[in-house]
């Protein structure tokens, strides 16, 4: 399997492969799988030896996670996958959805063109699952803006500070001078980073040493984004602004289960850092991430290739919104263009 192997990706991926590779030409497989193979860095080599081979006729989307294996006390985000061996590609691709397992109501139904599902435009093939016309017109809608994130020259990391690590450098509380704040999920808000902010054991600082320099940031401003949150969650992204103008220490601590967005040659302004959390902060963004991404992780992988609008457009959005941020997604819609109809309905969802 050291083909389709990168990371350390779960051993179902290896089960659909075999299957495949079992299949004559216009044979069938279906497959019932946790969703996390559609996108993300550990399958990108399966999708692609995958679709090289057999190409996607039909996915089944179940709404609730709990719900639908809840017997075996599963908690992943399923789906079931329908494939055939190459003869011919699908120029169309299925989408249906059911709150759990029971298949007895009517099932939601949607067909898209396959390279509206299929993306392979940054060489990943991802899969990306509209269940909706609406989901449609998002993925039209933030596929249209003329840049992707990192041709912004933004970035993306992941939080440097691994807890059970850097055990002997985290402190319960801040030490003066000696101490700089250790930023944890808990700590961001959408639009705002609060601390110190205690939250049961969790540690609230990490010391200021040459042993812990490594691990530390430079203050600048940043905009911090959660990796984690449950898709019964009303948002699947959360970003809150951390702005150099707000602190006294040099340097602050990042923890793992958040990702900090910066710029790679120079520091966001405030306009800026405001504008790029209003878009992910969205109803706009929020749905397009669902839909690129079933995945309860936010990885910094997906938020590289996802198409933004020119930093102007951020700069003016932020400049709006930091005024009064409570008008955000109506700020963000108008700016972007978001027709007021298809705003009401992601709304309403």
Request: hydrophobic fraction near 40%.
């Amino acid at each position: 399997m050291g083909q389709i192997v990168h990371g350390q990706p779960n051993v179902y991926a290896f089960f659909m492969a075999l299957a495949v590779k079992m299949l004559k030409e216009g044979g069938e497989l279906v497959a019932i799988t946790p969703r996390s193979f559609c996108n993300g860095l550990y399958f990108r080599a399966f999708r692609r030896w995958l679709f090289e081979r057999a190409a996607l006729e039909h996915i089944h989307l179940f709404e609730s996670r709990s719900d639908t294996f809840k017997e075996s006390s599963v908690l992943q985000e399923s789906m079931i996958t329908k494939v055939h061996r190459l003869g011919a590609a699908c120029p169309a691709i299925s989408v249906t959805s059911s709150f759990a397992g029971d298949f007895r109501g009517t099932l939601a139904r949607f067909e898209a063109a396959a390279d509206r599902i299929l993306d392979n435009s940054c060489g990943d093939c991802v899969i990306r699952i509209p269940a909706s016309a609406q989901d449609h017109r998002v993925i039209g809608l933030v596929e249209s803006f003329p840049t992707r994130f990192t041709d912004l020259g933004l970035r993306i990391s992941t939080g440097p500070v691994v807890l059970f690590r850097a055990s002997e450098l985290v402190l319960d509380y801040p030490h003066g001078n000696a101490s700089v704040p250790l930023l944890m999920p808990h700590n961001v808000k959408c639009f705002d980073t609060i601390w110190p902010l205690k939250k049961n054991a969790k540690p609230q600082a990490i010391r200021l040493c040459p042993a812990s320099v490594r691990l530390l940031r430079p203050v600048r401003n940043y905009v911090l984004l959660r990796r984690f949150t449950a898709k019964e969650e009303r948002r699947r992204l959360c970003a809150g602004c951390f702005l150099r103008a707000q602190q006294s220490a040099s340097h602050v601590g990042i923890e793992n289960h958040l990702n900090y967005v910066y710029h790679a040659h120079r520091e966001l302004s405030e306009d800026e850092t405001f504008g790029l959390a209003s878009l992910f902060n969205s109803t706009l963004f929020d749905r397009y991430f669902r839909v690129i991404s079933g995945s309860t992780q936010v990885n910094a992988t997906e938020i590289r290739t996802m198409r933004f609008p020119d930093l102007k457009t951020v700069e003016r959005i932020g400049r709006r919104i930091m005024a009064d941020t409570s008008q955000a997604d109506a700020i963000v819609a108008s700016e972007l263009g978001v027709a007021k109809a298809l705003h009401r309905q992601l709304l309403e969802r």
